[in-house]
């Protein structure tokens, strides 16, 4: 599959969820995040077309990553196309280029689900449960680290949390899950919509996403929680670009909070 063929699936698929959405599919933005949460290292773009090839993928990597880990793809498989960036220098010209004169370029490579490979049994990895243990710590580090000031008070009306501009309020006596996934909620409250696209965007948009990364969040980690209790129809106001826009915002943050609370690092 060409790179530009790939980019057609992603916009092919972009528009089956927008028309889903507008027709009241909710769900179908559920399996989205779901599969978001199971390869939030990759661009949303990239998430929907492991989606669309694979629904079921629960654990990609290339050919030669496989190899690493002592497994190896089954003959016969098809990889499932993602969308790379690469770096193309310029041919020289009188004998003189410069790096920076580098142009970006997508290609098209491929990534195999774990059920298309042999070999070695993967590593397990610790799951949290219904209590997030250590990661509520290293959340709590992270928002600091942002100079967010973070308290804790009753005084909140009949919320679990509220953020207010470099100032997040939690209710005293939550459970540890709904603790860790409302701090994640208004976490993304406070890096998305304290800029001027809080102008442009409704309230229901913003809780919408701010749920959404929390309910990515909480999936990655294994967190029994109530998140993804917004209507996520709401995410959808007809315009498509908007969408795409906030499922980018979503992974980004996502990504973030996650790379820091569990040391992985961002792909593609």
């Not at 057609?8 to 698929?13: C, F, N």
């Amino acid at each position: 599959m060409k790179a530009e063929e790939a980019k057609k699936l992603t916009e092919q698929s972009l528009d089956q969820l927008a028309a889903a959405l507008e027709r009241g599919k909710s769900e179908s933005l559920t399996q989205y995040l779901t599969a978001m949460s199971r390869f939030h290292a990759y661009s949303w773009g990239n998430v929907m077309l492991i989606l669309t090839q694979k629904a079921d993928a629960t654990h990609v990597a290339g050919f030669n990553a496989w190899k690493k880990l002592n497994r190896f793809v089954k003959k016969g498989e098809k990889g499932i196309a993602v969308i790379a960036p690469m770096l193309i220098k310029p041919k020289e010209a009188c004998g003189e280029r410069s790096d920076t004169d580098a142009i970006l370029r997508f290609k098209a490579v491929y990534v195999f689900d774990v059920s298309q490979t042999d070999g070695e049994s993967l590593p397990e990895f610790a799951r949290v449960a219904g209590n997030p243990n250590g990661h509520t710590d290293r959340l709590k580090s992270l928002v600091a680290e942002k100079c967010i000031t973070l308290e804790y008070s009753a005084d909140i009306g009949s919320a679990h949390g509220l953020s207010r501009g470099g100032r997040i309020t939690l209710r005293p006596g939550l459970s540890a899950a709904e603790e860790f996934s409302t701090l994640v909620h208004e976490f993304a409250h406070e890096m998305l919509h304290r800029g001027d696209r809080r102008k442009h965007t409704s309230k229901t948009v913003r809780e919408t996403e701010a749920e959404a990364v929390a309910f990515v969040v909480c999936q990655a980690i294994g967190l029994d929680s109530n998140g993804a209790a917004a209507d996520y129809i709401q995410l959808y106001d007809g315009d498509k670009n908007t969408l795409a826009d906030s499922l980018g915002l979503i992974q980004q943050t996502a990504a973030e909070i996650l790379a820091a609370i569990t040391h992985e690092q961002p792909s593609e």
